[in-house]
């Protein structure tokens, strides 16, 4: 009898202990403290208790003795989820940021040369050609117009607008130079139509356009590709996270504070595998985020030297004057092969000089180019944009690492009393590695590695189309930039950065005898020909995109 009584005894002390909580104490353990910390995050504290209750109502933490009500568990679940999502948008935009300082440097940089070159012509073609320039400005204001316009992103055939101002020029040229005769349109028509065999201007147009084509086209690529950059940045940091991850971010965080274990931090490995279950869609992003700044970085490289920005668009009003002189040096010659194709204006009995050639000669001065110091800043901002540019390289992959490093447990024995999801424990799990494909083990965050998140499956066929167009733009090849972005806002959308979106809006019909806009201007003659034989249908971009997207979910 006395054994049993013993026995019983003994039982129910166990039971006690169990009932009491860890610590074994006949008073239930306080909740004061994370009735504290609740209140502080702004919540209401009505329905939390004042010490432990049982845990069998929990969902995501560890079912033992608990502070935390199913209300409190859900409304800090919502916000781990909340302040995961706020510190993946302020990585975003720190990144979005820096992409759009690059952008608005380049691109103030080139336009200032650009006009900085339009008033060296104005000074220079002004002072030695007289009233040739001032009679016909508007031919040479309309070619810097369109300059801007096709680096703005335009639907111009550059090849196109220098082909046409050289005729252009060439009609004024010998208009000028044989004023005493009555020229009608139909010959200068004429006369232009022999800009090809006749060379009148030299090798300067041939050249120019070569140099002209290629370093408008890396420029126009360049910028377009930081747009891409930073518009693949802001709407992937915008995607919202999936409800495994907010379970996961809630074990993680909160747990410990409904555990009583509030001064508790995350084991390392641990936080790394909820955070790459959480953007694993984002470390997807990783390959072609590499490719592309890779490709900016050898376009940034072509920049300087003899082919470089500066020396190309500040050469402008030299190779056109010069050009100018070498049609005037060789005019009679031009002349008399002019008569024999278009015919001869001699046969009106009109004087056979106008005094242009003596005119031309004495007004003729050296021009130089005029490029002072702004080398030195261009070199100072290639260096500065291959530098941010490499340095932004891994960082999808990075993003895990940079969220985990001030809230996980360090100093001696860190790793022996780290929160594991839990309790204070080492945490055996192995690291996962990076990407969706990579998940499909991860004990922390259930992942259905089949279901792709669509947004981020966008920006990736984004940055690939832009990493092609930009190794096209490194063989001098010219790029269509219409209607890029996935949101059909055309050319103009892919950096919106608030001080560069201010400018208003582009004027994009030319004004009367520019050179004609394409729609779709060809790359070269072959294909205008295949459009003759083939008629294809008609895709709009967004159709093109969802197609390209369900190809690459498929590999």
């Known amino acids: 009898m006395d054994s049993y009584i013993v026995a019983l005894f003994l039982a129910l002390s166990s039971v006690t202990t169990a009932v009491l909580g860890e610590k074994g104490t006949s008073k239930a353990r306080s909740c004061s403290d994370i009735r504290q910390f609740y209140s502080g995050k702004g919540f209401s504290l009505e329905g939390v208790p004042q010490s432990e209750i049982s845990g069998e109502h929990l969902r995501i933490c560890p079912q033992g003795y608990t502070c935390c009500t199913s209300d409190m568990e859900d409304n800090l679940a919502m916000l781990s989820r909340r302040e995961m999502e706020g510190l993946l948008k302020e990585a975003g935009r720190a990144l979005h940021t820096s992409l759009a300082g690059q952008y608005k440097a380049f691109d103030g940089y080139f336009m200032e040369l650009l006009n900085q070159s339009s008033t060296s012509l104005h000074a220079t073609l002004m002072s030695t050609w007289g009233t040739l320039y001032s009679q016909n400005a508007p031919l040479f204001s309309d070619l810097y117009t369109d300059l801007r316009h096709y680096y703005k992103g335009s639907n111009i055939n550059l090849e196109e607008v220098l082909n046409e101002f050289w005729a252009r020029l060439l009609e004024r040229v010998f208009h000028y130079a044989n004023k005493?005769?009555?020229?009608?349109?139909?010959?200068?028509?004429?006369?232009?139509?022999?800009m090809d065999t006749l060379r009148p201007f030299g090798d300067t147009p041939r050249e120019m356009k070569l140099k002209v084509t290629r370093m408008f086209v890396a420029s126009r690529s360049f910028v377009q590709g930081l747009m891409t950059s930073g518009e693949a940045v802001r709407k992937v940091s915008q995607v919202q996270l999936s409800q495994e991850c907010m379970r996961?971010?809630?074990?993680?965080?909160?747990?410990?504070?409904?555990?009583?274990?509030?001064?508790?931090?995350?084991?390392?490995n641990y936080c790394a595998n909820v955070m790459k279950g959480c953007l694993a869609n984002q470390a997807d992003l990783n390959s072609e985020w590499r490719h592309l700044a890779d490709t900016l970085i050898q376009v940034a490289n072509r920049f300087e030297g003899p082919t470089g920005v500066d020396v190309v668009v500040l050469s402008l009003p030299f190779r056109i004057s010069e050009a100018m002189y070498t049609m005037m040096d060789n005019i009679e010659d031009i002349n008399s092969k002019m008569f024999q194709r278009c015919g001869d204006l001699r046969t009106g009995g009109s004087s056979g000089t106008t005094g242009a050639e003596e005119e031309v000669k004495r007004a003729r001065i050296t021009v130089e180019d005029s490029l002072g110091p702004s080398s030195n800043t261009l070199s100072g901002l290639v260096s500065d944009v291959i530098v941010r540019l490499r340095n932004m390289q891994p960082y999808w992959v990075s993003l895990p690492t940079v969220l985990c490093s001030d809230r996980i447990a360090t100093g001696t024995g860190a790793e022996d009393k780290c929160w594991n999801g839990m309790s204070r424990a080492r945490y055996l799990p192995e690291v996962m590695g990076d990407g969706l494909a990579s998940q499909?083990?991860?004990?922390?965050?259930e992942m259905d590695i089949t279901k792709p998140d669509m947004v981020i499956r966008q920006q990736i066929m984004q940055l690939k189309i832009m990493t092609h167009r930009?190794?096209?733009?490194?063989?001098?090849?010219?790029?269509?930039?219409q209607d890029t972005s996935d949101d059909g806002s055309g050319s103009g959308s892919g950096m919106c950065a608030d001080e560069l979106c201010s400018r208003g809006p582009r004027r994009d019909t030319p004004p009367a005898n520019q050179p004609k806009y394409y729609p779709n201007p060809p790359e070269d003659g072959r294909a205008v020909k295949a459009s003759a034989h083939c008629n294809l249908p008609s895709l709009s971009p967004l159709v093109l995109l969802a197609l390209l997207t369900m190809l690459l979910l498929r590999r």
């Not at 996961?248 to 390392?268: I, L, Q, V």
């Open 180 to 194: 005493q005769y009555n020229i009608g349109e139909d010959y200068l028509e004429c006369v232009s139509k022999q």
């Open 248 to 268: 996961a971010m809630m074990k993680m965080t909160y747990c410990p504070h409904c555990r009583g274990m509030a001064s508790a931090r995350p084991c390392a």
């Open 440 to 445: 499909i083990n991860n004990p922390e965050v």
């Open 470 to 481: 930009l190794k096209n733009a490194l063989n001098g090849n010219d790029v269509d930039f």
